[in-house]
């Protein structure tokens, strides 16, 4: 299966622009961030705007992408209808918090809106007929990455406003994102171990009829020392332990460092695009069955 990179691009930019809104949220909750909260609400948006361009680029056609939008039991519908009430939501954060830090209830609402993105743009990635992506790990790591993105975006934020108490937050959040992501692509490649065709009907697809059903006693392989090892092992060392360790080391001391920050965000974002691609790739011995 070749990699979509529009949907790459998508889901990438919204885990990021989710992320970031989702932390600020956090912040205001707690009562920070205010020297950030219009930076990051306006690179939220950013994001998922960028996010949304690039799946509308993978449908490829505008009648395409309407026809996309006709029934509200479909992934994209229900996609778009969370994005536009998350832009909603950013406005109204936006307008609430544009003299000061804005009232606790709409951090909270910010968090909540936020989970519902990256939860429904992860539900329709969970097909049946791809194996290896149905999986409730993907969640984890959706998640995972959305945080560890999100609160490496804010720590940036914070180290431009010179938010040494917000910054402090935020590098805790980001080596715990870290983790967490690194924990995700081991769980998910110790999941493809498991992965068994035997229950699936198939038959084989007429556009390839040369095409042989997958053995998949050797996936695992394929994705820790096989072709795959090279983007697979890239999103757990370069996306994971690379901005884990980097905020570890700025735990206790000197939290506003931009350099840490930033190349802590280019890191989580480079091992986001590099599983991405892992996913789209792994999919593909399976693509005959049905």
């Known amino acids: 299966m070749e990699v979509q990179w529009p949907l790459v691009i998508f889901t990438l930019f919204v885990c990021l622009g989710a992320g970031v809104f989702a932390m600020q949220g956090l912040l205001c909750v707690l009562g920070k961030g205010e ?26 056609h505008w009648d395409r992408a309407f026809n996309g939008f006709g029934q509200l039991s479909s992934g994209i519908t229900q996609e778009l209808i969370s994005i536009v009430v998350l832009f909603i939501v950013m406005a109204v954060f936006f307008a609430v ?18 989970i519902a993105v990256v939860a429904l743009m992860t539900t329709s990635y969970l097909m049946p007929a791809r194996p290896v992506w149905s999986t409730p790990l993907l969640y984890l790591f959706y998640f995972a990455q959305a945080f560890a993105a999100g609160a490496a975006g804010v720590w940036l934020l914070s180290c431009i406003g010179k938010d040494a108490d917000s910054a402090s937050l935020m590098v805790k959040c980001t080596a715990i994102g870290g983790i967490a992501v690194v924990a995700s692509l081991l769980a998910y490649a110790a999941y493809v171990g498991t992965v068994s065709f035997d229950d699936f009907g198939s038959y084989w697809d007429s556009t390839v009829p040369t095409a042989a059903l997958v053995d998949n006693g050797n ?24 901005p884990a ?11 506003i460092n ?3 920050a930033a190349v802590s965000l280019v890191c989580i974002l480079v091992g986001g695009i590099a599983f991405r ?14």
């Open 35 to 60: 020297k950030s909260q219009v930076p990051a609400v306006i690179a939220a948006a950013g994001a998922v705007a960028l996010g949304g361009i690039a799946s509308f680029l993978h449908l490829q």
């Open 245 to 255: 360790v980097l905020a570890f080391l700025k735990w206790k001391d000197g939290h």
């Open 277 to 290: 691609a892992v996913l789209y790739l792994l999919g593909f011995p399976v693509f005959a069955i049905f």
């Open 258 to 260: 931009l350099s840490f």
């Open 219 to 242: 996936l695992v392989g394929q994705l820790l020392a096989g072709g795959l090892a090279l983007p697979f092992w890239l999103a757990v060392l370069v996306g994971g332990v690379v």
């Open 97 to 114: 918090g544009r003299k000061g830090l804005a009232p606790k209830w709409a951090g909270i609402l910010a968090i909540v809106v936020s």
